[in-house]
């Protein structure tokens, strides 16, 4: 059991390094972090002490703890979950992207260094695609898929347990799978395609040799 534990953490250090050796093809700078504890310092080290902080809705920024290292160090975190009035997230949607540092997860990634991700509001692919600060993407290692389109597939796979965390009526989060629903509550509105890093963007991608997020 320990040799085939070993070989599949061999397996999997192998495949992220593949994939952040494509990610710096396309213009990012791109390393793998051991562990989610390894990504939390990886990610505090490219965010200056003062630095405002935009986070979108990622599951996994919230695993790896970044939002309580942020807020403990002293930045300043703007996020739009939680409590607050309709006004008051529209203004966070905004101040997020506007941030010195946007952090995100993504949704899938290709073996060849497609990132692809899927948004009902459309902001979290507005801060990855444009912003006047650094970009910071972090993704577990179940994030990479075989090519493009199975990284598409992943992207919209994800709504469904995405559905049920929020209680959302959506089809997928009682079918399991996507069944293009029409519904106003419908998460999957905006897709993105990165096929290449945003040109003038300081994006960095970590990929963590663990499960993260959905």
Known sequence: MTDLTDHKERAQEALAEWVAQK????????SVAKDSGDALSKVLELIP???????PGS???REIGLIEA???RGNRVIQHWGDMTPEDRKRALVEEICADVFVSSVNAISQEGH???????????????????RLILVAGINKITW??????????SSASPNGI???????????????DCQIPER??????????????RDAHVIIVLQDLGY
Do not use: Q
């Open 115 to 133: 990132i692809v991700n899927i948004d009902g509001t459309g902001n979290r692919v507005a801060g990855i695609s444009f912003g006047p600060g």
């Open 187 to 200: 998460m999957c509105r905006v897709v993105s395609i990165l096929e290449r890093c945003p040109a003038g």
């Open 23 to 30: 990610l710096r093809g396309r213009g990012y700078a791109a």
């Open 165 to 179: 965390r929020l209680n959302s009526p959506v089809p997928c989060s009682r079918t399991g799978v996507c069944v």
């Open 147 to 156: 090519d493009l389109e199975s990284a598409i597939k992943r992207a919209r």
């Open 59 to 61: 599951v996994t920024l």
């Open 70 to 72: 942020l807020k403990k």
């Open 49 to 55: 002490e003062g630095a405002s902080v935009g986070i």
